[in-house]
């Protein structure tokens, strides 16, 4: 398996030609010049925003006078030791954990069920996420209708059981339930395909030699299903929570007649509609900011943890031995497929 | 063991297991059926909805009989948004950003799974790094140069700033590296072909499957996305900044709010007809790679 003998000899003898230099240049420096568009522009639009929002927290800013005075940590004390900031937190975990529990929940169990020979397969795949393509807007425009008080159908159904309507708009909880509501149902189908996807890459055998020991469908499910799947879950619960911390457009549409976005009390207000208020509507660049990047080492903490933890879980498997489990690549999964980007931007 | 169900994923082992040995029996369609019906009936709402009169908003029962109405309903639309102008924004905004994403993303992905560089595995692990960091939260800086630059109101101030993406980047790399075997590249450059070309009729044609499955995910985030373009896009709103207006007034007429809805779901609807199944495969081949 040597290398043409001429091609040796020629770049052993004779100085190079300019187009073998020229050749040589192209195979060391090309690659360069293929990744460089991305850094520089991503550098550009991704990273210097970010760093820049650290600076605008720093400064009295305003759109009128631009960047105003240097106030050094003021906003963030402000921010701290206001209402605002922590209300919106408290929203945005209050529906966080209402809407990725239930959503876990019910992925797993629509996940497990087309994990079957089913006949029409497709188009059971297909249907469970028709609610995907929908857009978010689209989704609080009509949710908003459904969780109307006075008109909507769920009150007006509900009456027909003698229930009082519901006060989705001007109660905390009914609120942050019915946003909840919205994230779930665009949501729920597309993680049961992604946990799918992972409950099909289980060996046929381990379900067979199960059975073969007596293990019933129920046992199957919680002892060969769900541990074969954990790096998977530990995936969707990181993308559920990058995208569930920045949730804006359910909570900005959802009840029109309210002059204040998030409710009449803040009641939903969510942390990126409380960064959007403050900067958009009271012209507070700076406190804006403050919260935005409060925000994001937020994510960036929560991001590592998850990392962490599932590290840990990829070095627990293999002590364990779990030959089957080989296949994943369980840390570099912690920030990889394609939800990622997907759900951030909801 | 062939199943009837034609295997269509890349491993052709034959699948029949599930949680359960034997064919799926009533249940588990009755369980899909009414998943189907909690899917579907909420769009199927904004049409009954969208083509009634005001009276459709106080039945007791869930509607199913759409009205007579939806063309008078739209009409309103139209009269209130400018609609279409705003649908030929989404599409030229998603298709502007689509195409500089695959660009970008194809090139920087093919350098790192197939070509050898110093420095190559550092500039990946900072790629990956990145895809965890919601660069969403940038948008005051991004809001306050764009003003200065005199960019907002137009379309290039709401494709800027997603002009390349560290998931598709992420993304190509992790297809590229194993669809391309470093033979085929050292017989191109052995043939003296250069990297350019190489990549060309190389790496191009190789990465095209996952270039429809990133080109279809990232057209429909650009398609969706309405937190940034509601900031920048003034008076050159997309469909989803023009649709939030419909109700943006002290009264709200749900009818012709929701007929709004469904013509701006009419695209996408489309889409999924067409593209469902790439859809669909792309997402379950997002979580199985890795």
Known sequence: MTTSPTGLRRTARA?????????????????????????????????FPLVYTFVVSLNDWDLLRGSGDWIGFQNYVTELTGPGFWNSLRNTFGIFLLSAIPQL????????????NLRAQSFWRLSVLLPYIVTPVAVALIFSSLFSEQYGLVNNVLANFGIDPVLWKHDTFAGQFAIATMVNWRWTGYNALILLAAMQAVPTELYESASLDGAGRVRRFFSITLPSIRPTFVFVIITATIGGLQIFTEPKLFDATSAVPGGAYHQYETTTLYIWNLAFNQDHFGRASAVAFMLLIIIVLIGLVNYAITRSIATGETKSAKKRLGRYRTAERAVTPSAVQIRQER | MTTATAPRRANPVPRRHGIRGQKPGW????????????????LWWSFVAGSSDTTVLTSKFPPLIPGGKFLENASEVFATIDFWKALGNSVIVAGAITVSVLFFSTLAGYAFAKLRFRGRNGLLLFVILTLAIPTQLGIIPLFILMKQFGWTGSLGAIIVPTLVTAFGVFFMRQYLVDVIPDELIEAARMDGANQIRTFWHVGVPAARPAMAVLGLFTFMTAW???????????????????LSQLQSAKYVNYTIVLAGAVLATIPLLILFFFAGRLLVSGIMAGAVKG
């Open chain 2, 224 to 242: 969706t996305d309405y937190l940034w373009p509601l900031i920048v896009a003034g008076s050159n709103p997309t469909l989803q900044v023009a």
């Open chain 1, 105 to 116: 929940i019910g992925a797993t169990f629509i996940a497990a069920v087309l994990d079957q």
């Open chain 2, 27 to 42: 249940l588990t369609y009755t369980i899909l059926a009414i998943w189907f019906t909690v899917s579907a009936y909420p």
């Open chain 1, 15 to 47: 100085p190079l030609t300019f187009g073998q230099r020229l050749n040589r240049a192209d195979q060391k420096y090309s690659p360069y010049l293929y990744v460089a568009p991305f850094f520089l522009l991503f550098a550009l639009i991704g990273l």
